[in-house]
């Protein structure tokens, strides 16, 4: 069974910093990896999604890696910004089952 | 476009009673999922539906859990009866046709207390 691990489990910094996240996934054979943010209390929002062949995707401030081969993935945010505070989720797909890690807490101080 | 639609937001009820949530998946998606999420964990398959079929409700505990996807929109989840372990936030997803390119979209989900 897929296992994704996430850390840090928590995370706060300074406005204006530039910071990565990290994702872990102990099988390689995916479909396809996804951040999410999720805001409390309510669902998750999709932020970038790697296909299995490629290296990484942007959109914005947010760039995303993929290196399946070390079952690896990272989530870097340009210069956070208090609205970024959120829990960041990552998801990798096999076939069509997603297996989501536990997350990280991402506070952004003013 | 509406997102997916889940009801009620908040649910409280004693242990032992029914339960039931309610979602409506993005118009024209095929593929809806129910995931259950506790405190602090990612979100867990309960079933996946493909159009009106339960493809894999491999994680749905069957004893008191119950879901159906009539007419292959709409879908509701129950629980019967509700245990003090069943506290947590139930998230309801869709997908235009479940294909592995594809991505998923939730809704803003249910949180349920057992008291």
Known sequence: ?110 | EAGVVQSPRYKIIEKKQPVAFWCNPISGHNTLYWYLQNLGQGPELLIRYENEEAVDDSQLPKDRFSAERLKGVDSTLKIQPAELGDSAVYLCASSLEGRPTDTQYFGPGTRLTVL
């Not at chain 1, 996430?6 to 706060?12: F, G, K, N, V, Y």
């Not at chain 1, 102990?26 to 209390?41: M, V």
């Open chain 1, 1 to 110: 069974k897929q296992e994704v691990t996430q850390i840090p489990a928590a995370l706060s910094v300074p406005e204006g910093e530039n910071l990565v996240l990290n994702c872990s996934f102990t099988d390689s054979a995916i479909y396809n990896l996804q951040w999410f943010r999720q805001d409390p209390g309510k669902g998750l929002t999709s932020l970038l999604l790697i296909q299995s062949s490629q290296r990484e995707q942007t959109s914005g401030r947010l760039n995303a890696s993929l290196d399946k081969s070390s079952g690896r993935s990272t989530l870097y945010i340009a210069a956070s910004q208090p609205g970024d505070s959120a829990t960041y989720l990552c998801a990798v797909k096999d076939f069509n089952k997603f297996y989501f890690g536990s997350g990280t807490k991402l506070n952004v101080k003013p």
